[in-house]
């Protein structure tokens, strides 16, 4: 495929909004992990590569988890050794000690760790009540902040559970003011199934803030299963937040919440963003090339309202 002849929106700043942000591209764990069709290391390797030179800042490589739960995820060890060299960041998931143990050695510089503000989706994705996982992830922020490793917090449910429904926000903050006590660099608030709106987000985001949760130290990690993704980061735009996780061709979902649906596409993201005069450092025409690519090694059509506007568009 030739590189697309696109023309990109023009820019038309607002007040009140960033002149930059940054972007966690979530495709090579968030995004692989749900998905049916195997996908052998060499394809991840060629992923990332890809991704670093389409110039994003940040890319999740992998996760040291069980491979029995989540089988995608197998091999990140030979993921982290195939990229090694790339100039851009990449840290890695661990559910445990064990699986820090195994980062660290695969040459990991920086972890994340995850949790969940429900019960309910702390024991279908960790298989632990919340006390434990959380036990669990305070051990793994100490050995690794000990080893001056930078640490970025996941929380799943945070705008709405499948099985509980909406998630009281009080319960979000305390957890997150949790989460900074324990030394974690930064959180990231994930709308696991989609279900937030701007309102929840902004009143989320305000309640954080208000307590004081420094908004530089939060991330919005939006899906789009309602199609409400783009406008939840404008309204994390507005509320201060500058740093946004999304995945190329919108691939993700989560094995554990099956009405999890994929992730906001980076190329979505990006439109958006430049619309809005807002700089990423991330070459839109690159990730286009991407899209397609990645669509056909999956075996399933873009969902990148973007990529399939612009591809059909090159296609006529």
């Known amino acids: 495929m030739t590189p697309l002849d696109l023309g990109l929106p023009a820019p038309a700043p607002e007040a009140g909004l960033p002149e930059r942000v940054t972007i966690w591209e979530m495709a090579p764990r968030d995004g692989l992990q749900a998905e049916s069709v195997p996908i052998p290391v060499a394809t991840k390797v060629d992923l990332i590569g890809r991704l670093a030179a389409a110039g994003l800042p940040v890319i999740e490589a992998g996760s040291f988890v069980r491979a029995d739960r989540v089988p995608q995820m197998a091999g990140s060890e030979d993921v982290l050794t195939g990229v090694a060299g790339l100039e851009a960041r990449l840290p890695v998931l661990v559910p445990n000690l064990k699986g820090l143990e195994r980062a660290v050695a695969a040459g990991a510089k920086e972890i994340a760790i995850f949790l969940s503000v429900t019960e309910s989706f702390s024991t279908a994705n960790l298989s632990v009540d919340r006390t434990t996982a959380e036990k669990r992830a305070r051990e793994v922020v100490h050995e690794a902040r000990a080893a001056g490793m930078p640490v ?52 989320t985001l305000r309640a954080l803030t208000g307590a004081g949760v420094p908004v530089e130290r939060l991330a919005l990690h939006m899906h789009d299963t309602y199609g409400q993704a783009l406008a939840n980061v404008y309204a994390g735009l ?7 996780d999304s995945a190329v061709a919108g691939t993700g979902g989560c094995p554990f919440a099956k009405s999890a649906t994929g992730n906001l596409a980076t190329e979505d993201l990006i439109w958006m963003l430049t619309g809005l005069g807002i700089q990423t450092g991330v070459d839109l025409r690159a990730l286009l090339e991407i899209s397609p690519w990645l669509s056909a090694a999956l075996s399933r059509p873009l969902t990148s309202r973007v990529a399939k506007a612009l591809t059909e568009k090159e296609d006529t």
Request: net charge negative; glycine share 14%.
């Open 238 to 244: 507005r509320s201060g937040v500058r740093i946004f």
């Open 152 to 203: 970025r917090g996941y929380l799943s449910m945070v705008f709405g559970d499948p099985w509980e429904g909406p998630v009281a926000i009080d319960d979000v903050v305390s957890l997150s003011s949790s989460l900074l006590d324990w030394g974690v660099d930064e959180i990231s608030l994930g709308d696991t199934i989609g279900v937030a709106t701007p309102g929840l987000v902004t009143a």
